[in-house]
């Protein structure tokens, strides 16, 4: 059975950091895609970060890139998401995603792959 499970969310100030892990179960994350999307009140679904093969790869939407950093580790199934400088607008719930095939690529991946349900992260202060 296939199982994604994220943890670290919370709440935090403004200029803080919080890690975010994904573990995943029932496949392995070799070589598939894996990413990180949020969902903000009244917004649509966003991809914050993707990475396919290795971590030179990575994608960013450009409103986290220098301040959020995803990472892989396939010997133990799980994918981090180490967010620095956050801001109020990164408050959103934050899910973890991974394609479900090798062939799916960072922007194909979509409700048919296999999702999380999801980690709340407040910034505020």
């Known amino acids: 059975q296939v199982q994604l499970e994220e943890s670290g969310g919370g709440l935090v100030q403004p200029g803080g950091s919080l890690r975010l892990s994904c573990a995943v179960s029932?496949?392995?994350?070799?070589?598939?895609?894996i990413a990180w999307f949020r969902q903000a009140p009244g917004k649509e679904r966003e991809r914050v970060a993707c990475i396919r093969e290795s971590d030179i790869n990575a994608y960013y939407a450009d409103s986290v890139k220098g301040r959020f950093t995803i990472s892989r580790d396939n010997g133990k199934n799980t994918v981090s998401l180490q967010m620095s400088s956050l801001k109020p607008e990164d408050t959103a719930v934050y899910y973890c995603?991974?394609?479900?095939?090798?062939?799916?690529?960072?922007?194909?991946?979509?409700?048919?792959?296999?999702w999380g349900q999801g980690t709340q992260v407040t910034v505020s202060s």
């Open positions: 029932g496949f392995t994350l070799d070589y598939r895609a």
């Open positions: 995603a991974a394609g479900s095939s090798r062939l799916r690529l960072c922007s194909m991946l979509g409700l048919d792959d296999h």
